[in-house]
């Protein structure tokens, strides 16, 4: 019998998709509309700054090295084994902790649909219905891409209605009643200048993060070189215009003051209902946002086992998290593992917190440890570029403008990573207990990453000193 394989499954149209899944989410444009109309100068800012540049440099290193394992690869061939292991290993946990942010989101949402808003406060409710998504989404991942991208496309599409109703409500309240919020160049102006406005531009980057998701499964992608750039272009456009038209949207349906960060784009349509008589748009819309949640969470489920399955190839992590599945060609240990992980997760996040204490801890938390690997991507630009010299591939899709364009793409990366990376760490101002939020925060992140060195050196010791999977840099 034929050892398993991965199977090449994913299309074009499901790495789009796949993207918007990853990336795309009404709660990144309702924190947005809190900030009012500085939020629209700071889209923009994110956008030019972090996500076109994000976008060449993953479209350059995927077409240089397309398999599987994505940034951990780059960064392995770059700057060796042990920031490989480290750039994948933050990346990976960063999405233990995601888990539940993403999932209390979605909870949020549910109880609006149902009207039950006291539900959101009950953490039996929200571990319960955040456990019996997240275990679905494992079991159709076990399953194969092939399954499991239904799923996730299925979200994704859920995603664009509910942003397309929203931008229609938001367009119909201005048109009926004008703007819910008031606009002033100056007083945007003035804003520009506070201390608090780089956080507000670190928490628009982190929305922007997801499009490195889809080349860490390069293997399982048809036509990888070709399809991933593809798909960088199309979803990148797709994903900015949302954010800006969205957020646009809710701050003329709405006042800033009238949002809330968890079911902000579902008050900006209960206010549009409201004045419209539309008594069913904001259910609709809520569970919308609620079906693109669970997309968000298969995708994210999918994409981060493959970091440890990379690793264990390559003998850094116990290699039975590289064991495919024998009937579905999956790396079904590495899913399960993160599975149970993200269990444990979801349960500690609610213990001893109200359940938005529990939410804007994680959120930091996922914040900082997402941001490291981005120093390692666009680190790893000039440093493979260099590599390859004159022999690069006829076919690599480098950054525009030649040598100075990719110095541009790298600086402007590494400093909006590095602000994202800073503020990441200052506490909300309104949490009960500041120093107990911090002491959380900066406990976490220093048990991942003393484990994370403890774990590579305990296995590095017997993996081979020679790279092992597809070590040509193009």
């Known amino acids: 019998m034929a050892a398993p394989q991965l199977r090449r499954v994913l299309s074009l149209t499901d790495v789009v998709l796949f993207n918007v899944a990853a990336v795309f989410s009404l709660r990144a444009m309702a924190t947005a509309a809190k900030m009012g109309p500085l939020s629209i100068v700071l889209w923009l800012l994110a956008v030019g700054t972090f996500f076109v540049p994000l976008s060449f440099a993953l479209a350059e290193l995927s077409s240089r090295d397309p398999g599987q ?18 750039c994948a290993w933050f990346y990976w946990v960063s999405n233990l902790v995601y888990f539940p942010s ?3 989101y979605l909870a949020a949402n549910v109880v609006f649909v149902v009207a039950k808003p006291g539900l959101g406060q009950e953490p039996g409710f929200v571990i319960a219905l955040s456990l019996g998504v997240l275990w679905i989404a494992a079991l159709l991942n076990v399953r194969g891409l092939s399954v499991g991208r239904w799923l996730a496309n299925g979200g994704a599409a859920a995603s664009w209605l509910a942003a397309l109703l929203l931008i229609a409500a938001g367009l119909i309240a201005f048109l009926r009643f004008g703007s819910a919020t008031p606009w002033s160049v100056g007083a945007v102006a003035s804003a520009l200048g506070e201390p608090r406005t780089v956080a507000y531009f670190a928490t628009l980057t982190f929305a922007l993060v997801g499009c490195e998701l889809a080349p860490i499964m390069g293997e399982e992608i048809q036509d990888p070189k070709r399809v991933l750039a593809r798909a960088l272009l199309l979803s990148s456009v797709l994903i900015a215009g949302l954010y800006l038209l969205g957020t646009l949207a809710i701050l003329v349906a709405a006042p800033p003051d009238a949002v809330s960060p968890q079911a902000g784009a579902l008050d900006a349509v209960a206010a549009v209902s409201a004045r419209a008589g539309w008594p069913l748009l904001p259910r609709l819309v809520g569970l919308l946002v609620a079906l693109g949640a669970v997309g968000g969470a298969t995708v994210w489920l999918a994409g981060a086992a493959r970091l440890p399955f990379a690793a264990g190839l390559d003998r ?8 495919l599945h ?18 444990v997760f979801i ?37 493979l570029r260099q590599e390859a010299g004159a022999l690069g591939a006829a076919d690599v899709i480098r950054v525009p403008g030649g040598r100075a364009g990719m110095w541009a793409v790298v600086l402007l990366g590494l400093g909006a990573t590095g602000l994202t990376l800073v503020t990441s760490t200052i ?3 309104d949490v009960a207990n500041p120093m107990l939020f911090e002491a959380k925060l900066w406990g976490g992140l220093a048990f991942f990453s003393l484990t994370g060195l403890l774990l590579f050196w305990r296995f590095s010791r017997g993996a081979p000193a020679a790279r092992t999977i597809s070590d040509t840099i193009q």
């Not at 801890?361 to 690997?373: E, G, K, N, Q, R």
């Open 427 to 429: 506490p909300p101002s």
């Open 316 to 323: 850094f992590l116990p290699q039975s998290l590289a064991r």
């Open 102 to 104: 993403l999932l209390f």
């Open 69 to 86: 394992g994505g940034l951990y690869r780059w960064t392995r061939n770059a700057f060796g084994a042990i920031h490989g292991f480290l």
């Open 326 to 343: 024998p009937r579905y060609g999956t790396p079904h240990v590495a899913i399960l593992v993160q599975a149970a992980l993200c269990t």
């Open 347 to 383: 349960v500690l996040a609610s213990v001893g917190s109200t359940v938005r204490e529990a939410y804007l801890l994680v959120l930091d938390m996922t914040i900082f440890l997402t941001a490291v690997p981005f120093l390692y991507i666009f680190a790893s630009l000039p440093r």
